[in-house]
Nanobody
Framework: QGQLVESGGGLVQAGGSLRLSCVASGFTFDDYAMSWFRQAPGKEREFVVGISWSGGSTDYADLAKGRFTISRDNAKNTVYLQMNSLKPEDTALYYC????????????????WGQGTQVTVSS
């Protein structure tokens, strides 16, 4: 019943920025931690960053540290991913997920997934 809808992807040149949004519906948003994952063609899905139900804790993959920032607005049922200093290797389909507990990086702990938003970074 729950649904997540991502937006904000697009084409950007290396060094540029994008802000992704993920809007939740059909479930109690602040019962869940939220995470972002990404997947490029021919590669495994990889964890990007997660945030606790309250926003008080975060966990960044090495690829995101110093460049990406996750935040959430529980009043708007929305989680954001601010991406700066983008690199061509960041090109991927970016997904948000509603995660049980604190298992930010564990895809099997996710109850709901969006369909993704495409990010393409040109060199």
């Amino acid at each position: 019943q729950g649904q997540l809808v991502e937006s904000g992807g697009g084409l950007v040149q290396a060094g540029g920025s994008l802000r992704l949004s993920c809007v939740a519906s059909g479930f109690t948003f602040d019962d869940y931690a939220m995470s972002w994952f990404r997947q490029a063609p021919g590669k495994e899905r990889e964890f990007v960053v997660g945030i606790s139900w309250s926003g008080g804790s975060t966990d960044y993959a090495d690829l995101a540290k110093g460049r990406f920032t996750i935040s959430r607005d529980n009043a708007k049922n929305t989680v954001y991913l601010q991406m700066n200093s983008l690199k061509p290797e960041d090109t991927a389909l970016y997904y948000c997920a509603a995660v049980r507990g604190l298992y930010y990086s564990d895809a099997s702990a996710s109850d709901y997934w969006g369909q993704g938003t495409q990010v393409t970074v040109s060199s």
